[in-house]
């Protein structure tokens, strides 16, 4: 497939797009034909019924195979608690923490269960569980959607989500690497600041990540947070950290999956860097997927695209660097068999997401 890739298709390849919308529009039909990107994440302006969800992600995949494109990532936030992304006509799924207490056991059914009722309505990718530890009583974003604060059961629930999601072929995602558990602050709102020593990191936050590499995480997410013990430079962002990227998480830590970004419009990254410098520095890095939140239009996405493209052909991007991602994306497609695309029949949805088990 690689070999048969423009620089503009493979750089697009390292993309994840919003789509706004409950039905996709000639603007998101235009960009998946034009583009061709690798990866589509759903937020709640997508969110509808079971068979509204499938009629979606059925256009989605039709356009971009239909133009000669890769059959898509499609991805959402169903981590079950606050952040379900898709409420209606799917399963509320308990707040982790409560997942947690429960054991492995417990975690992995919800895994299942979960997967289950995303792969019904073709969604392929999970951007869940949250693998940071309930640390800090004042953490304003993460509290009750981690499993817990003991870093090994932690690390075996997670281990047990993503081994259930994984069983029937639903990518996992673990975030927010390397931990956003001990934060007082919120990175959707500024950069925080962690001065954790690496002793800690490596017995605390880092213990429930490692646990899920090495059961076979598909992707691993990485935070907006500056960790002095990891990077001595000054607000850097882990996102943007080669010795956190490439050094700790690639490897220290063995993991060979996706590493993707959190969602680059957040102020931890926009308040310190220019947009479009920021996704050369992610790349250049180690990352693999460049997450475009739901701020970040199709337009500026666009641009971005095309900076890397020039980025590339100025030499300062090493299209060995693109080739090494693309690689990983593609051979991860086809380990969860997302290429063998086909489409899913809204009027049997039902019968697929077997609600009447997960209850």
Not at 72 to 95: C, H, K, N, S, W
Not at 124 to 137: F, H, I, S
Not at 159 to 179: E, R, W
Request: proline fraction near 6%; aromatic fraction near 6%.
């Amino acid at each position: 497939l690689i070999d048969r890739m423009t620089l503009e298709q493979k750089v697009a390849q390292m993309f994840m797009v919003t789509l706004h919308g409950s039905v996709l529009t000639e603007d998101g039909a235009a960009f998946l034909e034009r583009y061709q990107p690798g990866l589509v994440v759903l937020f709640t302006s997508n969110a509808g019924t079971p068979d509204a969800v499938t009629r979606l992600t059925n256009s989605y995949q039709q356009t971009i195979t239909g133009a000669g494109g890769v059959p898509l990532l499609i991805a959402v936030d169903q981590e079950g608690g606050v952040v379900t992304r898709l409420p209606d006509g799917f399963t509320m799924f308990p707040t982790p923490m409560l997942i947690g207490a429960a054991g492995a056991e417990m975690a992995f059914e919800t895994g299942l269960a979960a997967a289950e009722e995303l792969a019904a309505v073709g969604i392929n990718m999970n951007l869940a569980p949250v693998a940071d530890l309930e640390t800090n009583p004042d953490n304003p974003i993460i509290t009750r959607r981690s499993f817990g604060s003991d870093p090994t059961l932690v690390g075996e629930a997670v281990s047990a989500y993503v081994q259930g999601a994984q069983s029937i072929n639903v990518l996992s995602t673990v975030k927010h690497f390397p931990g956003h558990g001990d934060t007082s602050e919120d990175s959707h709102g500024t950069l925080p600041v962690l001065n954790l020593s690496r002793e800690t990191l490596e017995t605390r936050e880092l213990v429930p990540f490692q646990m899920a590499v090495d059961a076979g995480v598909a992707a691993v997410m990485v935070a907006h947070i500056d960790f002095t013990a990891l990077d001595d430079v000054p607000n850097l962002p882990a996102s943007l950290s080669p010795d956190i990227i490439t050094g700790l998480l690639r490897e220290d830590m063995g993991f060979d999956g996706l590493i993707m970004t959190d969602a680059m419009d957040m102020n931890a990254v926009d308040l310190y860097y220019n947009f479009y410098d920021a996704v050369v520095m992610a790349i250049n890095a180690g990352v693999d997927v460049l997450s475009m939140g739901p701020g970040i239009g199709l337009p500026i996405a666009e641009q971005a695209i095309q900076r890397v493209v020039a980025e590339v052909n100025a030499g300062n991007i090493p299209e060995s660097r693109i080739d090494e991602s693309v690689e990983r994306i593609l051979a991860t497609k086809e380990r969860f068999n997302v290429l063998n695309w086909q489409p899913l029949d809204p009027a049997t949805v039902d019968e697929r997401m077997n609600l009447a088990a997960h209850g």
